[in-house]
């Protein structure tokens, strides 16, 4: 009889230990079906993902500084492929992203902007294999397309530099004159001041914010001459920090617009340069 016990103790051993080995818990495949939805722990959804670099038949693409990418809890990715916004349902299963047809605005781009598109978009579509890293994310198709992207935490109008990335009129996004890139910057200060870069001149002045206009007065600038790609920005950022103008942020991404329908787009620059200012080498500094 002890003997029988002890074996009868033995296999309830064994059944508990082959129900622990099948348990079925959280990124399980069991049961997946359907499209848009999260049935994962992978640290994808409810951040804000900036596209670095998108990489296509082996040729790597920089990306403009709007592209960007989010999921929801509920399996919906939305996001900008660099001019237009666009939605999708994704499936995350494991390491797993499914990524369905995606509908998008129909804005007018650049062809540099329109290029980026083309390779984005097909980049971020069906099967992809995620691998997550510090604030790194990478997404990787069966075919060697990858898509590498960085966490984008949401910043505030005042205390940011915004670097322009983009010219407006009315409804077409332009990019910015060859050689320019990076060189336009604003900053506003709580106490209603405003300062920066036209891209070639520093300047300095007033911003009121109210609700969801910011009106510029007493703007003031150095007086240096530049070549001519640099001047046309100056003059195109100029005319927008002129008066009254409507602003709005979208995370990482501010647009102003003029009563007129001109306007500029700019980004939150990862860090504030050493020394605090919107003057860099190459650049006039801040007026005084």
Known sequence: MRR????LGVLV??????????????????GAGGGGAVRTELPVTGIRWGVDSVTVDGKRTAAPADAHVEIDAKGRASGNYGCNLFTADVRV?????????????????????QRFETVMSRAFSGELTA???????????????SIALT?????????????VTSLVSGSVASSLPAGTE???RIVFGEDG?????????????????SGSTITFDSVDSTKMMC???????????????????TYRIDHRSLSLTAENGEGVGASAMERTPAGGTAGTAGTAGTAG
């Open 4 to 7: 029988q016990r002890v074996a």
């Open 13 to 30: 051993s064994l059944l508990a230990l082959t129900s622990c080995g099948t348990e079925t818990g959280v990124g399980s495949r069991s």
């Open 93 to 113: 299963d494991g390491e797993t992203l499914t990524v369905g047809p995606a509908t998008s605005t129909a804005r007018g781009c650049e062809k540099d902007l």
């Open 131 to 145: 691998a997550v890293a510090d604030r790194k994310l990478t997404l990787t198709s069966a075919d060697g397309d």
């Open 151 to 163: 966490s984008q935490p949401p910043v505030p109008l005042t205390g940011t530099t915004w670097t």
């Open 182 to 184: 990076g060189e336009a």
């Open 193 to 209: 001041s405003v300062h920066g870069s036209f891209g070639c001149n520093g300047f300095r002045g007033r911003a009121t914010v």
């Open 227 to 245: 070549p001519d790609p640099r001047m046309k920005l100056e003059r195109a950022v100029l005319a927008v920090l002129d008066g009254k103008t």
